[in-house]
């Protein structure tokens, strides 16, 4: 079945850590994949995505993520977190032979001041 | 702001009752999405609209239904309530379907509690 994996669930870094949380996905053809941050109460934001080309894609805030096909792959990263990086991150993926899109679990990301 | 409305923000009722979410698309997004998100399930994707037509159906129960207006707003009703049920229940719309028309925007959400 199609899934979508973030391995860690909560992590907690201090300020100026660097930061990658992990996203795996499983499916086959071609792909779209997207992060999404959720600030405590409230919804969803798009911090990234990759439809095609450069598999380095730089987002909002400092982020980036790196497309690596081979290892099904979409792991995000920042080089220096902030307090105000504290939120839950959700990985998604759209196969474009159904258009299902499925998120990932979620990873709580809690920065120490 | 993404452009995405939700009414309402809040909405408390009691088990086996009936509620109606209401969702509004961005100005010329086709899609409309309506997702549950509860503490131990996560983000649940439950079903997609476009133009009108059911596209594509996740993890929505049987006592839940939705339905896609002409002018493009979208109802999600669950009924038999249980206490189960009680989530954030997000909306959220496309420019249309497949490739870079795929990105969702995504509504504030409707928190639902019951009793």
């Known amino acids: 079945a199609q899934s979508v994996s973030q391995h860690n669930h909560h992590v907690i870094l201090s300020e100026a850590a660097s930061l990658e949380l992990g996203c795996n996905y499983s499916?086959?053809?071609?792909?779209?994949l997207f992060w999404y941050v959720q600030y405590p109460g409230q919804h969803l934001q798009l911090l990234l995505k990759?439809?095609?080309?450069?598999?380095l894609v730089k987002g909002i805030k400092g982020f980036e993520a790196e497309f690596i096909k081979s290892k099904f792959s979409f792991n995000l990263r920042k080089p220096s977190v902030q307090w105000s990086d504290t939120a839950e991150y959700f990985c998604a993926v759209i196969s474009n032979r159904d258009d299902k899109i499925i998120f990932g679990k979620g990873t709580r990301l809690h920065i120490l001041p | 702001d993404s452009g995405v409305t939700q009414t309402p923000k809040h909405l408390i009722t009691a088990t086996g009752q009936r509620v109606t979410l209401r969702c509004s698309p961005r100005s010329g997004d086709l899609s409309v999405y309506w997702y549950q998100q509860s503490l131990d399930q996560g983000l649940q994707f439950l079903i997609q609209?476009?133009?009108?037509?059911?596209?594509a159906k996740g993890n929505i129960l049987e006592r839940f239904s939705a339905q896609q207006f002409p002018d493009l707003h979208s109802e999600l009703n669950l009924s038999s309530l249980e206490l189960g049920d009680s989530a954030l229940y997000f909306c959220?719309?496309?420019?249309?379907?497949?490739?870079?028309?795929?990105?969702?925007?995504f509504g504030p959400g409707t928190r639902l509690t019951v009793l």
């Open positions: 499916y086959g053809g071609t792909v779209n």
């Open positions: 959220a719309s496309s420019p249309g379907t497949g490739g870079e028309y795929n990105e969702q925007f």
């Open positions: 609209y476009y133009n009108g037509e059911e596209r």
């Open positions: 990759y439809f095609s080309g450069d598999p």
